[in-house]
Each structure stands twice: as C-alpha cells, then as structure tokens.
C-alpha cells in the first residue's frame, strides 16, 4: 500500500515538472490586405503566431535581440488561407526604435512589426496585448518584391493597420511519459480506495 501511495505522489509531482511553462505563444494581429498564392484578401483580420524558448535570446547589441527561428510561424487570414511560413523568421525586438515582432532572414525584410513604446526595454519575454501602428516592407527593388514564401505560396502585404503584439505562457501540455506517470499513480490510488472499502 505504501509504494501505491508513492507512485500516486509521484505522478502528481511530475505532470507539472513535464509541462513546456518555459515557452512562449508570440502572437501579431492586424487588419490588413493583400494576398496569398496570388489570392486576394482585403481588410480582412490577419494573425501570426510563433511558440519560442526566450531563453534562447541573443543579444546583437544596441537594444537589438532576436530569438533563433527554431518553430515554425503560423499564419490565418480571416476568411481565407490557413498556414504556415517557409521561409526563415525570427522574433525580434528593436529598444532603440521601440519595435517588436517578425523578420524575415530569408530576403532580410520586415514581416510585420509593432511599434509602442513599451517595447524601449523589452526583451522578448511575455508581454501582455501592446498595440502600435503596423510597420512591414511592400516593395520591389533590385532586391525583388517583398513576398514572404508559406505552404500556401507567397504572401504579399499590401496594407497592414494598428497591430498587437503579445507573449504569453504556451499552452500546458503534458509529454507522454507524464500521462504514464499520471496513469500509474491513478491506478495506483484506485487500488488504494479499493483496499481500504472492499477488504
């Protein structure tokens, strides 16, 4: 009975100790227009979202830091195309010109930043809803046109309005081997309350 009791704390113990609570959920959305795999959109809510480690932060000095593009960047349109982004991005918050949100190392363009001047000492850890005027690049020059490669073909902004940038904690999900920890202490309490009323 005793090492039932210690497999049920056990399980307890290490659902919590198995959750990602170091990650997190960087989310812009703005109302904007253009087009995606040469599919129209126009003022319709358009939302990006990215899960990050921001331990993983580097420092490339004057206010600048950025995190490393290690997960994919999703994007939804509403009422249109649903996806994520092929190319290269990365977080990234410049203090100096109060700005925060996605660039592309692809072609070394903006995807989209916020700008607020909460941003002047932030450093890519949470942060609640802050929003600012949009700033993202729509050009062609002899660097070519600012089109940003997802699974659902490029995507061109044409217009972008007020952003809002935020970091929260990533959704709590258990790994496997905690569910089988959690299983075994559940088993484990179940065989408790059954000797206890039943013998």
């Known amino acids: 009975m005793r090492i039932l009791k210690l497999l049920t704390l056990a399980a307890v113990i290490a659902v919590p100790l198995a959750m990602h609570a170091s990650s997190l959920t960087y989310t812009d959305t703005f109302t904007g227009s253009g087009s995606v795999g040469g599919v129209d959109f126009n003022n319709a809510v358009v939302t990006f979202t990215a899960t990050a480690d921001p331990s993983s932060l580097i420092n ?40 925060a949100g996605l660039g592309d190392n692809t072609n070394d363009f903006a995807l989209l930043y916020t700008s607020n001047p909460a941003f002047a000492a932030y450093e890519l850890g949470a942060i609640g809803a802050t929003s600012g005027s949009s700033i993202f690049n729509n050009f062609a020059t002899d660097l070519g046109e600012a089109v940003y490669g997802t699974n659902k073909g490029g995507l061109d902004l044409t217009a972008a309005g007020t952003s809002t940038f935020s970091a929260v904690a990533a959704s709590q999900v258990p790994e496997p081997s905690s569910l089988v920890l959690l299983g075994t202490g559940a088993l484990g309490a179940l065989g408790v309350v059954r000797r206890k009323f039943f013998v």
């Open 60 to 99: 490339e000095g004057g206010g600048i830091f950025a995190l490393s593009p290690s997960t994919p960047v999703a994007f939804s349109i509403a009422g249109g195309a649903s996806g994520v982004f092929t190319d290269s991005l990365q977080l990234f918050v410049n203090q100096s010109s109060d700005i």
